[in-house]
């Protein structure tokens, strides 16, 4: 009952976080009762939780608990919490298992998910599960496992419902309701000829809405939303987010049906897209595992090739610098203002380069759209400069006289246009030789605009000073 | 026929740019066809297209086009492709459209999409609106519309299906027949009992596949995951994406039904969430509009308090600089490598914030993870720095000569380590003080890197030089 209630209380505070955290604090109670024999208090706690849940549960047990709670489920909801593991964890527990209990396990998971695990098994794993699959299941499997990571084949399940255009909408319903076990979803069912080609989509919804003897062919939606498996699988979730379709209908190059991307699939597809533009735009290169799972070394890798190229990078600040050592020596207080000024034109650039990555990204502008943007981008930047010149030239007064202040208003509109202009122009740079845009990384944008920061403004401090 | 060929082929392009581009060509098409009284031509082009296309097509418009073109559509059509327009287009094109002819368009709207374009509306508008409406819609209308933007409420609709616990599993697919005009969703189904109390939740999916005489008491899940309608937005969105629902069911403090939130609903929020995040890990204000829509003063104001406020960060950068301005005078070469260095704490700095931000937003780190991490942290702060202080000190020696080099060096590691520890800490203050972690930008970082890393610098300098 103390497990129920805490469990139970997650819902209501759908909070992420709190939930890992309970289910360390459940695994601890499961495991006790596991010591106890009182595997019918465990089962009747399942009974009464989501898969995904207990899915948490069961990568927060020990080796071997973990197995016994699985096997308290029946086969169809193992398959299904199967399904709910990070990969790591899947490929784990599956190793363990018992080769003919595993093929019956795989028997029952979705077409999909069978797959990828298939694919992260290791060769003999491999090997010794498929001969004891059926002709069809191995035929499947091999086929789904075939495609490349960023597919949308990859991401697709061959396990849809179908139906003949000349069924009445009676019929339909009730093949559907044959098809219920083993398909995916049956709210869209997908109508195709002899040769396997798509000819349309009808929705539960529409069947039961029309008439008993309508036929499908009458009913169904004949140009249907459909990607190629050979696809992106960033553009099927696009797609399935645009039109707001529960799932998207997947054909070969000969514009046979061979699978589909359901929408809570094409949901996780969008939010390892996040993470991969995120890192996308970071000077920190991906990594495979969480934070708190890589391993030092692993972080080391993934930082020291960017923090290495900076600082090359800021060589040519230091070269720069070094070049105009006699006006700085001949004028110290230039120094006061060299860090202001240097990262004035770096956060302009960053600036520039965050609207434009994200603009770019949403659709809101086109690389066609560069010259338009341009104009106002050097009215905006001439507009932040001259704020910002006003602000410094008073403190170069305060500093370093009237020659001073002169140096660092001239300096600072100069740094901030050219700051703006490279930030906002390098994503469209990127865009135009087919790089991701978010790539153009604020401290790529950085670096390039410190190093033209140093020599704009001794250039005008020599020439002014000078005179 | 050419104007159909130009948008089938959006589909097998998939590409979200391919489509903008393309609509406004077809925009051109249409309002040629509208001079020539082409209409019927129009309709029929209409009725191949998806909704959400038409809906960007209408946008591309002149005005007055655009409403002969929302007219050729039939009454379910309108109210639902108004739901694809974007907010501003929505509002825009409904204060054109005469009264009666909105009230019965908002009528056949899904109920939140017509709460929210109420919302929209000035006054004016709603109070010649609302007496039009019957009484029903009229409270419908206020009640979702009284929710505040960020919560639940406000992306709920209320237009659910729903079955008593008696009924069959037949009588449950008849009773749900008879809503699917009216409900968002037939393919999960509400039980509610006499004081709407949500009782549980039942799929059509299990629906048919129950015997016909199983009471929906027997089949359906007792124990349905729901939110509260005052809770925020995101967590249901989270819950939809971790259990795979197609909707979530509301409830209001008494725990009656309110309302539900359908998965493409969640996907939008998911996406406004994703945005929202990315400006606040910037420099750059939210702005309302695209980038594209803006207006000059409005990327202005987003952008000038964050140049400003980080100018004074700099400040206190050449204020340190300053202080040393005698040992700087005696070794001019110390300044080839400030630029390096303190790019190097930055850039050390901001890849520790990029890790721990992500890594705090995913879950796969907790806020209580904090210790473990920081030890972590030190070690492969160290390994960086003292790989970089070797390249560096190398430079150091060619440039300057072995005192210069050592400074170099020590100064390396130090300000690398002091770097990623405030990249790695600083999102962890924030979540403990419960702001977003995403908003221990970058260049905040970097500025705070900066200040410690001239002062680190130029300290070791002063010990080791003037020994």
């Not at 071997?64 to 096997?71: E, F, P």
């Not at 699939?265 to 990594?287: L, N, R």
């Not at 203002?337 to 990555?357: D, E």
């Amino acid at each position: 009952m103390g497990i129920q209630t805490s469990l139970s209380d997650i819902r209501i505070d759908s909070q992420g976080e709190r939930l890992s955290f309970d289910a360390s604090f459940i695994a601890v109670e499961v495991a006790r009762l596991l010591r106890e024999d009182q595997t019918s208090a465990i089962r009747e706690f399942l009974e009464t939780q989501e898969l995904a849940d207990i899915a948490t549960l069961i990568e927060e047990l020990d080796e071997g608990d973990d197995l016994t709670v699985l096997r308290l489920l029946d086969l169809h909801d193992q398959a299904e919490m199967l399904g709910y593991l990070r990969a790591s964890s899947q490929v784990a527990l599956a190793t363990r298992i018992p080769r003919r209990e595993l093929v019956a396990l795989m028997g029952a998971m979705s077409h999909d998910e069978r797959a990828d695990l298939f694919k992260q098994l290791d060769e003999e794993a491999q090997e010794a599960i498929l001969p004891a699959l059926s002709k069809a299941e191995r035929e499947d499997l091999r086929r789904l496992a075939a495609y490349e990571e960023w597919t949308v084949g990859s991401v697709m399940t061959s396990d849809y419902a179908t139906l003949m255009p000349e069924m009445t909408s009676t019929q339909a319903i009730e093949a559907l309701r044959a098809q219920a076990i083993e398909a995916e979803t049956i709210y869209y069912a997908y109508i195709i000829d002899e040769g396997r080609k798509l000819v349309g989509v009808v929705s539960l919804r529409d069947l039961l809405t029309a008439r008993p003897r309508q036929r499908v062919s009458e009913i169904m939606d004949r140009e249907p939303i459909w990607m190629r498996a050979d696809g992106e699988q960033e553009d099927a979730a696009r797609l399935i987010s645009r039109y707001d379709l529960l799932a998207l209908p997947v054909l070969d190059n000969n514009d046979r049906l061979v699978g589909i991307v359901t929408a809570d699939d094409a949901m996780d597809v969008a939010e390892e897209e996040v993470t991969e533009d995120f890192y996308k735009g970071s000077i920190v290169q991906p990594i495979e595992l969480s934070v708190a799972e890589a391993t030092i070394a692993m972080l080391y890798k993934a930082r020291i090739f960017w923090l290495v190229l900076l600082v090359f990078g800021n060589i040519f600040s230091g070269a720069g610098i070094a070049y105009f050592e006699d006006t700085i020596a001949e004028h110290l207080s230039l120094l006061f203002f060299l860090p202001l000024l240097i990262a004035s034109g770096g956060n302009a650039g960053t600036q520039s380069a965050t609207l434009m990555v994200r603009a770019l990204a949403t659709g809101d502008v086109r690389p066609a759209d560069f010259g338009k943007l341009l104009g106002r981008e050097v009215l905006i930047a001439l507009a932040l400069g001259l704020t910002m010149s006003l602000a410094v030239s008073m403190i170069g007064v305060w500093r370093g006289g009237p020659d001073i202040a002169v140096v660092v208003a001239l300096a600072m509109v100069s740094i901030v246009l050219m700051g703006a202009l490279i930030g906002m122009c390098l994503p469209f740079i990127f865009a135009k030789f087919d790089r991701d845009p978010a790539a153009a990384s604020g401290p790529l944008v950085t670096s390039i605009a410190d190093v033209l920061g140093v020599l704009i403004y001794f250039t005008i401090a020599a020439r002014v000073l000078e005179i």
